[in-house]
């Protein structure tokens, strides 16, 4: 990797070994179980697992995670090494990256009572005028092709939805991913003309 790049890996966490994986931090294992469902907390948890065997694999470096002042998790011990994490359903999408903020998003694919309403309150004006105007039928993958390009931004930026609604400024680097036809997904970065390598997770571990 280097500072030109920004790699992605697509987690398929139903489908995951856990002989495969790394211990789960005494933290993670706590906040999996806040979830009443023993699904979504085996897929918080490979999720995860699976973040830390890709950092393990960039780096010897220590992997205690910690957040920012905004949340964002961060490496203490080499914080150069941005990383981001995005989980819906049972699909995981990683996004690293040397020395500039990232951000990733995947949704799986679903209907939504109000897409145009909520493409108004939380989308950018120009992003929510363009789904507006190819509305049709069927408008699940348009919308969250839309809705995780700014997700990502706003995970990179680390305004969260917070952010929601605003245009973005300045030069980026937001790439829509191919996730496989039940999914969208994006990364973003800011800072424009950066490369983007998609992995599958596992091959190079």
Do not use: D, H
């Given at each position: 990797m280097n500072s030109g790049e920004l790699h992605v890996w697509l987690v398929p966490v139903d489908k995951l070994r856990e002989d495969a994986l790394p211990e789960a931090a005494p933290e993670e294992v706590e906040?999996?179980?806040?979830?009443?469902?023993?699904?979504?907390?085996?897929?918080?948890l490979r999720a995860h697992r699976a973040l830390r065997a890709i950092?393990?694999?960039?780096?010897?470096?220590?992997?205690?995670?910690?957040?920012?002042?905004?949340?964002?998790?961060?490496?203490?011990s080499?914080?150069?090494?941005?990383?981001?994490?995005?989980?819906?359903?049972?699909?995981a999408a990683v996004a690293a990256s040397l020395q500039i903020e990232v951000g990733v998003d995947i949704e799986r694919l679903r209907p939504l009572d109000d897409y145009l309403g909520i493409a108004d309150r939380f989308l950018p004006p120009t992003a929510a005028a363009e789904f507006a105007a190819c509305?049709?039928?069927?408008?699940?993958?348009?919308?969250?092709?839309?809705?995780?390009?700014?997700?990502?931004?706003?995970?990179?930026?680390?305004?969260?939805?917070?952010?929601?609604?605003?245009?973005?400024?300045g030069e980026w680097t937001i790439m829509e991913i191919d996730a496989g036809p039940e999914y969208a997904a994006?990364?973003?970065a800011p800072?424009?003309?950066?490369?983007?390598?998609?992995?599958?997770?596992g091959e190079e571990l």
């Open positions: 906040r999996a179980s806040r979830f009443q469902s023993g699904v979504l907390q085996r897929r918080y950092l393990r694999s960039l780096t010897p470096a220590e992997l205690t995670i910690a957040a920012g002042w905004n949340g964002k998790p961060y490496l203490p080499l914080p150069e090494l941005k990383f981001n994490l995005s989980r819906s359903k049972g699909m509305f049709g039928p069927n408008p699940e993958r348009e919308f969250f092709r839309r809705w995780t390009r700014t997700e990502a931004v706003l995970k990179a930026t680390g305004e969260g939805m917070m952010g929601a609604g605003k245009e973005v400024e994006a990364v973003a800072r424009a003309g950066l490369s983007v390598v998609l992995r599958a997770f």
